[in-house]
Nanobody
């Protein structure tokens, strides 16, 4: 199983950018497709993006398409989420997990988009 720590969240103005990182432990990191998910206050956790084991294939939720980019560095056991043109509705706790996700989740990283 992969242990995960997310980082990179913060407060940003609408239209701004953030880059989230997901550091994973375990020698089998490259064996897993990875994904980013988010949970806004009072809402269910939702899928944002996922990336294949090699990084050659990516897929985005409609809300993220064209604004977010998922990538990975298997040598560093790290997955990234570059978020541009952020909107207030992107405010949420962002989580990284395998894709499909394991039942256990990390602490996540808070992203707040507000002026």
């Amino acid at each position: 199983q992969v242990q995960i720590v997310e980082s990179g969240g913060g407060l940003v103005q609408p239209g701004g950018s953030l880059r989230l990182s997901c550091a994973a432990s375990g020698r089998t990191f490259s064996s897993y497709a990875m994904g980013w998910f988010r949970q806004a206050p009072g809402k269910e956790r939702e899928f944002v993006a996922h990336i294949s084991r090699s990084g050659s294939n990516t897929y985005y939720a409609e809300s993220a398409e064209g604004r977010f980019t998922i990538s990975r560095d298997n040598a560093k056991n790290t997955v990234y989420l570059q978020m541009n043109s952020l909107k207030p509705e992107d405010t949420a706790v962002y989580y990284c997990n395998t894709y499909p996700p394991f039942p256990s989740w990390g602490q996540g990283t808070q992203v707040t988009v507000s002026s």
